[in-house]
T-cell receptor, first 119, second 113 residues
Framework: DAGVIQSPRHEVTEMGQEVTLRCKPISGHDYLFWYRQTMMRGLELLIYFNNNVPIDDSGMPEDRFSAKMPNASFSTLKIQPSEPRDSAVYFC?????????????????FGPGTRLTVL | RKEVEQDPGPFNVPEGATVAFNCTYSNSASQSFFWYRQDCRKEPKLLMSVYSSGNEDGRFTAQLNRASQYISLLIRDSKLSDSATYLCVVNGPDAGNNRKLIWGLGTSLAVNP
């Protein structure tokens, strides 16, 4: 079974450029999460979707960040314009259910991440 | 107080040692608790869920103390392959966000030969 797929794996861009990160969740998972990880702040939830609908985007830093999930097998996280402080590893994860489910259905499976560097 | 706090370490232990990590959480209404493992430059992966009665998986034992609001992870007979960062995860605050996971910054473990 393929796990969560993310692309690109690495992205180096210049300040002001648009960045688009892509994610394909595990087939059949109803929840999709976007996280950002830095040394200082650890793993932060940016937004999550349930059945393609954004449920909680309170973690999105500012209007420069946007996320979409046009169908059950694809999601994007876009940063426009990018800034050096956006440099981080961005993870996408999916799960069958939210935390509190039984039998491991709330386990979040992470993709390999996109390492973003904004110069 | 941070919502989830962990000692960042690093914990340096010899092979075969027993090591324990604690993690404290601030929301007394939290219901779900997990330990994830993250290898260097890799994604986090679930190590084990933490149940009220405590649970064990081979060399790993997880405990929950609701009164003091902490969870613990005990690793017995440490292996070199146990070297990683261990992330404590707790479901988040109420007001609509009760089931959002909050992640600790992680505890770094290095097992030495």
């Amino acid at each position: 079974d393929a796990g969560v797929i993310q692309s690109p794996r690495h992205e180096v861009t210049e300040m002001g450029q648009e960045v688009t990160l892509r994610c394909k969740p595990i087939s059949g998972h109803d929840y999709l999460f976007w996280y950002r990880q830095t040394m200082m702040r650890g793993l932060e939830l940016l937004i999550y979707f349930n059945n393609n609908v954004p449920i909680d985007d309170s973690g999105m830093p500012e209007d420069r960040f946007s996320a979409k999930m046009p169908n059950a097998s694809f999601s994007t996280l876009k940063i426009q314009p990018s800034e050096p402080r956006d440099s981080a590893v961005y993870f996408c994860a999916s799960s069958l259910r939210l935390a509190g489910g039984w039998g491991g259905t709330d386990t979040q499976y992470f993709g390999p991440g996109t390492r973003l560097t904004v110069l | 107080r941070k919502e989830v706090e962990q000692d960042p370490g690093p914990f340096n232990v010899p092979e075969g040692a027993t090591v324990a990590f604690n993690c404290t959480y601030s929301n007394s209404a939290s219901q779900s608790f997990f330990w994830y493992r993250q290898d260097c430059r890799k994604e986090p992966k679930l190590l084990m869920s933490v149940y009220s009665s405590g649970n064990e998986d081979g060399r790993f034992t997880a405990q929950l103390n609701r009164a003091s609001q902490y969870i613990s992870l005990l690793i017995r007979d440490s292996k070199l392959s146990d070297s990683a960062t261990y992330l404590c995860v707790v479901n988040g605050p109420d007001a609509g966000n009760n089931r959002k996971l909050i992640w600790g910054l992680g505890t770094s473990l290095a097992v030495n030969p």
